[in-house]
């Protein structure tokens, strides 16, 4: 009996040798880390700075005096096309929401509209004058995501704009032109639709291209005549935009990051 258990005991001793021989050739556990991954800030306020080209439609105009000879219709109406200047600030609110309020500076543009006229030698008067824009606006864009950097958008925005019509001319064929050197203003209802896409050149500046349809309101002239009756009105002033831009945006908070997890492997 005595003899049994010793030589279990050396079979056991035995077996242990030979486990921590074999364990001892085998090489360290290696432990791996996830990568920290960066996520995005959940909301930050930025500054834009816009440059564009407007392209107008064409308006609809008129000779409005009602006290007299009533309103005429003009014909062949048009609005020359010109550069805008836009600033504005905003917030956003997550990856998919943003909005801003922005103030754009429409340069002069001629608008023009030809009067019938019996007693004129081409049957036509040329009416036109200058019109300059500022316009207010609160925009709201929805973010499509983003790929390489590059994120689409569309968006909407409802404000006021302020249309100044000054140096009127009319001018009837054979005779001598009518200048009217004072200036009208009119606050109008201002609306947007909008479309385009940013580009990430890092976390915090952005490179933005878009397209704006914006309707404006109307422009009236100041009076032809000393009674203040008789003046130009061109309605339904809307025009197409093509904008380049860029975007700051300020950090509103620290860059958070996933925490690391270990892999354990013992190969």
Sequence with gaps: MVICIKRLSFAGFAVTLATTAMAADLPAPVIEHIPQVPVAAAGGWYLRGDIGYKLYN??????VDSSTVGDLRYERESIDDTWMIGVGVGYQFNDYFRSDLTLDYEAKATARGYAVCGTCSTNFSEERT???IWTVMLNGYVDLGTWYNLTPYVGAGVGASYIRA?????????????????????????????A?????VNQNLSIDAGYQYRDLGKARTTAYTATGNG???????????IRLGMRYTFDSAAPAYYAPEPIMSNF
């Design 58 to 63: 064409d308006p609809k105009g008129g000779f």
């Design 130 to 132: 200058d019109l300059d």
């Design 166 to 194: 000054s140096n009127t001319i009319s001018i009837n064929p054979g005779s001598t032109a009518a200048t009217y050197d004072k200036d009208n203003g009119e606050f109008n209802f201002a609306w947007a639709l909008m």
């Design 196 to 200: 385009g896409a940013s580009y990430a």
């Design 231 to 241: 003046r130009s009105e061109f309605k339904d002033i809307t025009a197409h935009e």
